[in-house]
C-alpha cells in the first residue's frame, strides 16, 4: 500500500556530510510523523530525529546542532542534513512514516524504509 524509499547513503570520512532523502507513495491520505532511525548490527533501532505534519522536530541527543531533518508535505517526503559526521554516526539509516491510508482511514500505521547504509571513516 504504501513504500518508502530511501536514497544518500554513502561513504564519507569523519568531518564530512551527506544528505539522506525518502520518498513515499502509494495509497496515501495524509502523513502525521516522519522520522529517521539508525541501527548498528547487535545494537537496538535508535531514534535519530522526527518531524511532524507542522514542522515540530525532535533529535536525539548525539546529533543536535550536527543534523536538520525537514521534510516536503506535497511531495510525501523527508530529508536528513547530516554535517560534521563522526565514525560513531556509523550505521544503516531507516526512513519511517506514520500514514494514513485510502483502506485505513480511521488511523495511522508505521511504515519504512528498506534502509540506507552511512558510513564514516575516521
Known amino acids: 500500500q504504501v513504500q518508502l524509499v530511501e536514497s544518500g547513503g554513502g561513504l564519507v570520512q569523519a568531518g564530512g556530510s551527506l544528505r539522506l532523502s525518502c520518498a513515499a507513495s502509494g495509497s496515501i491520505v495524509s502523513i502525521n510523523v516522519m522520522g529517521w532511525y539508525r541501527q548498528v548490527p547487535g545494537k537496538q533501532r535508535e531514534l535519530v530525529a522526527d518531524?511532524?505534519?507542522?514542522?515540530?522536530?525532535n533529535y536525539a541527543d548525539s546529533v543536535k546542532g550536527r543534523f536538520t531533518i525537514f521534510r516536503d508535505n506535497a511531495n510525501h517526503a523527508v530529508y536528513l542534513q547530516m554535517t560534521s559526521l563522526k565514525p560513531e554516526d556509523t550505521a544503516i539509516y531507516y526512513c519511517?512514516?506514520?500514514?494514513?491510508?485510502?483502506?485505513?482511514?480511521?488511523?495511522?500505521?508505521?511504515?519504512w524504509g528498506q534502509g540506507t547504509q552511512v558510513t564514516v571513516s575516521s
Open positions: 518531524i511532524t505534519s507542522g514542522g515540530y522536530t
Open positions: 519511517n512514516a506514520q500514514v494514513k491510508t485510502t483502506a485505513h482511514v480511521t488511523g495511522y500505521s508505521d511504515y
